[in-house]
């Protein structure tokens, strides 16, 4: 099934955790969104860097992945110098690597739709140097 959004790391966080401020605005969000939303490895990465050694929000992490709500996207060898350009590009906002493989896989996947908390990033981003993303939730806790 194709996706129609993509989700950040911070997001998934928020989504998990009830004690963070962005919680209810991206349950509400969510709720909103087709699944699954499509993510990246590192993305997935990043988020059990961030859940840490706490084994309930590890396993809280991997039940939401296998839950089918999200879609992990394959990225290949032959699509990382895309990457590194993408990250290269933006010095005046640096860009870290699962962010740069979200604005890559939205050009590659056709999407505009993030759901992210990072909206400051996410704000200056452009899909193909042009295009601005549509990012939810919309509004800031």
């Known amino acids: 099934m194709a996706a129609d959004a993509l989700v950040d790391t911070g997001a998934i966080l928020a989504l998990l955790d009830r004690t963070d401020r962005w919680h209810r605005l991206c349950v509400d969000t969510f709720q909103q969104l087709r699944l699954p939303l499509l993510t990246s490895e590192a993305v997935v990465t990043e988020l059990f860097h961030l859940v840490g050694d706490s084994r309930h929000e ?47 896989l939205a050009r590659r996947e056709g999407l505009i739709t993030v759901l992210t908390v990072d909206q400051a990033d996410f704000g200056t981003y452009r899909i193909e140097g042009r295009k601005r993303f549509r990012i939810f939730p919309a509004t800031r806790p």
């Open 58 to 104: 590890m396993e809280t992490a991997w039940k939401f992945l296998r839950s089918g709500a999200i879609r992990l996207a394959v990225i290949e060898d032959s699509e990382l110098p895309e990457i590194q350009d993408l990250m290269f590009r933006c010095w005046d906002r640096p860009m870290d690597f699962a962010d740069a493989t979200l604005v890559y």
